[in-house]
């Protein structure tokens, strides 16, 4: 299995707790459109007559054991395109981040436009971190990649999200 298809397996398994959990909460969830994920958006989660809120899910499964929540600014960086394009972080138009640390059944819940409008700072003082993708099809042909991203102390993410939830469900690993 390539990189990018155990990654996006932990996504999918990721996007079904938090789905899953939501739901047990009475919340509705719209999964929407692939056109509409494109934008950076996995889900409208609908409180019934209180609100709609637009949702980009991330599920990181190493945070619990690094402290460090790792959040992706530069994408498919390959030998042609040298600087990649902005990843998630930039170009989501979602209200809120998910960030679900599916280990110890903690989601942080965090304003998208807080994560972009501090990502340059953390960029300036926490390691950056590049990962590989290797073998995921594409036009019928192996492509590999790679994106970069900041480790970013978990306590500094935790500082500026609206809420911190430790009752979701938890994964074994």
């Known amino acids: 299995m390539s990189y990018f298809e155990h990654d996006k397996r932990i996504g999918t398994r990721g996007e079904a707790s938090l789905d899953k959990y939501w739901r047990s909460l009475g919340y509705e969830v719209e999964v929407v459109p692939f056109e509409v994920q494109h934008l950076g958006i996995d889900r409208i989660i609908i409180n019934p007559g209180v609100s709609r809120q637009s949702v980009e899910y991330k599920t990181d499964t190493r945070a619990t054991d690094t402290g460090n929540i790792y959040l992706q600014f530069r994408e498919c960086i ?26 110890e059944g903690a989601i942080i819940v965090v304003e998208r436009v807080a994560l972009s409008d501090q990502i340059n700072a ?37 500082e500026i999200a609206r809420s911190v939830i430790r009752t979701a469900p938890k994964w074994e690993t």
């Open 78 to 103: 390959t030998s042609e395109d040298k600087s990649g394009r902005p990843a998630w972080v930039y170009t989501s138009v979602a209200q809120f981040a998910h960030i679900y640390l599916p280990r």
């Open 122 to 158: 953390w960029q300036s003082k926490c390691p950056i971190h590049l990962e590989r993708c290797d073998g995921f099809l594409y036009e019928g042909k192996r492509s590999s990649w790679e994106n970069l991203g900041v480790l970013v102390p978990r306590g500094e993410v935790e």
